[in-house]
């Protein structure tokens, strides 16, 4: 069975306060663990937004695979489709090749299709995508109809003229009634470009507005 799904949005003009970040090293990625409910997340108009849930018998329990430093919380989705999604604006476009890590644990339950898909979406700065990287689906055959996260990892470089990264997370629901595709521990790091000594004090800006974002996902029906 192909499944296919696709996400277009307007890049949105509103800017948050700026803070000092270190960029290189650290994860980007705001309350990628759920262990702060849904902040840092915004929902995107006409789908679901997915849910910080606490670990246990109704989602995934704390003897069942996952992260060891799981904490308390993890997402879970919500209806179809649950959508969120965060952007990081640099203040500056990118001009050479940093490399980038992109990783999370994703699931679901049992023998269930039900996943997660972790996305960057790589912008310039007229919010143009040029480039994107993705994490998941893990199906059921990839977790041998266990119900639990499994960590996946996708490693690159940083498109040149890069301004800003938007992180999208969605889970979609393919059977029963509810949506049990799970995430946690969303991390995306920047590694410094060889030769150059990294900035404490960079500044970042967080932007609470989604670009353009298009995104096809196929996977196979569990035989």
Do not use: H
């Given at each position: 069975?192909?499944?296919?799904?696709l996400v277009?949005?307007?890049l949105l003009?509103?800017?948050?306060?700026?803070?000092?970040?270190?960029?290189y090293?650290d994860n980007l990625?705001?309350?990628?663990?759920?262990e702060?409910?849904?902040d840092?997340?915004?929902g995107y108009?006409g789908y679901?937004m997915f849910?910080?849930v606490n670990y246990g018998s109704?989602?995934?329990l704390p003897?069942?695979?996952?992260?060891?430093?799981?904490g308390?919380r993890?997402?879970s989705?919500?209806?179809?489709?649950?959508?969120?999604?965060q952007?990081l604006d640099?203040?500056?476009t990118?001009s050479q090749?940093?490399?980038?890590?992109l990783?999370?644990w994703?699931?679901g339950?049992?023998?269930?299709g039900?996943?997660?898909?972790?996305y960057?979406?790589?912008?310039?700065?007229?919010g143009n995508e040029?480039?994107s990287?993705a994490?998941g689906p893990v199906?059921?055959?990839?977790r041998?109809?266990?119900?639990?996260?499994?960590y996946?990892e996708?490693?690159?470089?940083i498109?040149?003229?890069?301004?800003?990264?938007?992180?999208?997370?969605?889970?979609?629901?393919?059977?029963?009634?509810?949506n049990?595709?799970y995430a946690?521990?969303?991390?995306?790091?920047?590694?410094?470009?060889?030769?150059?000594?990294?900035?404490?004090?960079?500044?970042?800006?967080?932007?609470?507005?989604?670009?353009?974002?298009?995104?096809t996902?196929?996977?196979?029906?569990?035989?």
């Amino acid at each position: 069975m192909k499944c296919r799904f696709l996400v277009g949005a307007a890049l949105l003009a509103a800017v948050c306060n700026a803070q000092a970040a270190v960029v290189y090293g650290d994860n980007l990625v705001v309350n990628g663990d759920a262990e702060a409910g849904l902040d840092g997340w915004t929902g995107y108009a006409g789908y679901d937004m997915f849910q910080s849930v606490n670990y246990g018998s109704n989602w995934v329990l704390p003897s069942q695979p996952g992260p060891v430093d799981r904490g308390a919380r993890m997402f879970s989705g919500l209806g179809q489709y649950a959508v969120g999604y965060q952007t990081l604006d640099f203040g500056v476009t990118t001009s050479q090749r940093t490399s980038y890590s992109l990783s999370g644990w994703l699931g679901g339950w049992a023998n269930q299709g039900d996943n997660a898909l972790f996305y960057v979406q790589f912008l310039d700065e007229f919010g143009n995508e040029v480039g994107s990287s993705a994490i998941g689906p893990v199906t059921p055959d990839d977790r041998d109809n266990q119900t639990g996260l499994f960590y996946r990892e996708s490693e690159g470089f940083i498109p040149a003229g890069t301004r800003s990264l938007s992180f999208w997370l969605s889970m979609e629901r393919l059977v029963s009634g509810d949506n049990d595709g799970y995430a946690d521990n969303l991390s995306f790091i920047l590694q410094s470009p060889e030769g150059e000594v990294p900035e404490p004090g960079m500044v970042s800006t967080f932007m609470l507005g989604a670009g353009i974002l298009g995104w096809t996902r196929r996977r196979k029906k569990a035989g």
